[in-house]
């Protein structure tokens, strides 16, 4: 497998107040556990900033136009609930974007099988209209829609296993059959949403889980929920948004996984990918609050899409 790691210094300086959980050293603990050894094949590429246009392959101009709004000269200015911005944040958001965009690119002209886009801030709260929980711009839809506009992908199916429900993700599209929303998270939960009768045009594909559950629970919920729907899609490209704060160390939630569940759920939706998709997967980084949690999944999971 040739993967690609996208990233960026500008994400360091996408700064939130002190003491708040999606701050730079999460990217910082990521960079320490890729250091290892093993990872010396994998391929790391510079982010470049996206075009605004992007921005609207998922988003209204009039969205666009109110986070650069917020955007401050100096300091750290609060615009939504929990959602803050300094004044690197809109290119770092950008930036995302275009590692995104770069990633879809990657797998469909053969360069990669597979990319990880390690970006911050996150998007899969990122609604049509509305940032917030720590997202400003959804990556993983952006993805999807370029993916369609660009290179003629006909099916999309982005999986998002944040313990959080992708609320942004499914509000984008929740009427297009083209593209399958599948969701792990943990239920009751920020922001409220995810419910198993949360259908769209039968694109939507919920499976909460109750707090305090772990492996089993999760497994179960892929093998049965997941899998299933996103093998007879037959997508030509597989999204994931991967966060990674279901992990027992995470501070914002109550669900027991581990490092070696991110590991399998990577090889399994990999192995769809296979038959279906030449390969194509790519991976944006979301959620994943504990340093050492983040740090140990994300490197797991950016190993197996290595190794296959």
């Keep these: 497998m040739t993967t690609i790691l996208f990233e960026n210094p500008i994400f360091l300086q996408h700064e939130t107040p002190e003491g708040h959980p999606e701050r730079p050293?999460?990217?910082?603990?990521?960079?320490?556990?890729?250091?290892?050894?093993r990872f010396q094949p994998l391929v790391r590429r510079k982010a470049e900033q996206a075009n605004e246009d992007f921005v609207l392959l998922a988003h209204p101009e009039a969205h666009l136009r109110s986070v650069m709004d917020v955007i401050p000269e100096e300091g750290i200015n609060h615009f939504e609930a929990d959602t803050y911005a300094s004044p690197a944040s809109l290119q770092a958001a950008l930036s995302g974007v275009g590692g995104a965009i770069a990633a879809v690119d990657a797998?469909?002209?053969?360069?990669?099988?597979?990319?990880?886009?390690?970006?911050?801030?996150?998007?899969?709260?990122?609604?049509?209209?509305?940032?917030?929980?720590?997202?400003?711009?959804?990556?993983?839809?952006i993805a999807a829609r370029h993916a369609?506009?660009?290179?003629?992908?006909?099916?999309?199916?982005?999986?998002?296993?944040?313990?959080?429900h992708g609320n942004?993700?499914?509000?984008?599209?929740?009427?297009?059959?083209?593209?399958?929303?599948?969701?792990?998270?943990?239920?009751?939960?920020?922001?409220?949403?995810?419910a198993k009768d949360e259908t769209g045009a039968g694109n939507i594909v919920n499976a909460p889980l109750s707090p305090e559950t772990?492996?089993?629970h999760f497994r179960e919920a892929f093998r049965?929920?997941?899998?299933?729907?996103?093998?007879?899609?037959?997508?030509?490209?597989?999204?994931?948004?991967?966060?990674?704060?279901?992990?027992?160390?995470?501070?914002?939630?109550?669900?027991?996984?581990?490092?070696d569940d991110f590991d399998w759920a990577?090889?399994?939706?990999?192995?769809?990918?296979?038959?279906?998709?030449?390969?194509?997967?790519?991976?944006?980084?979301?959620?994943?609050?504990?340093l050492q949690g983040l740090a140990e999944s994300a490197a797991t999971h950016i190993f197996r899409l290595m190794r296959g």
Excluded at 269 to 289: D, H, P, Q, T
């Design 25 to 37: 050293d999460r990217l910082r603990a990521l960079n320490l556990a890729l250091e290892h050894d």
């Design 107 to 141: 797998v469909f002209s053969g360069e990669a099988d597979n990319v990880f886009v390690a970006a911050r801030p996150p998007g899969h709260h990122a609604e049509k209209n509305r940032a917030m929980g720590f997202c400003f711009f959804n990556n993983a839809a």
């Design 148 to 164: 369609q506009k660009a290179h003629g992908a006909e099916r999309v199916a982005i999986v998002d296993w944040d313990v959080h």
């Design 168 to 194: 942004g993700t499914q509000d984008i599209f929740f009427d297009d059959p083209s593209v399958l929303f599948c969701s792990t998270h943990q239920m009751p939960l920020y922001p409220g949403t995810g």
């Design 214 to 216: 772990g492996s089993d």
């Design 224 to 259: 049965s929920r997941v899998l299933p729907r996103v093998a007879d899609f037959r997508p030509d490209l597989i999204v994931i948004s991967a966060g990674f704060d279901a992990h027992h160390r995470d501070p914002l939630a109550q669900l027991h996984l581990v490092a």
């Design 266 to 290: 990577t090889a399994k939706l990999m192995e769809i990918a296979e038959r279906s998709a030449s390969n194509r997967v790519v991976s944006v980084l979301e959620g994943g609050y504990d």
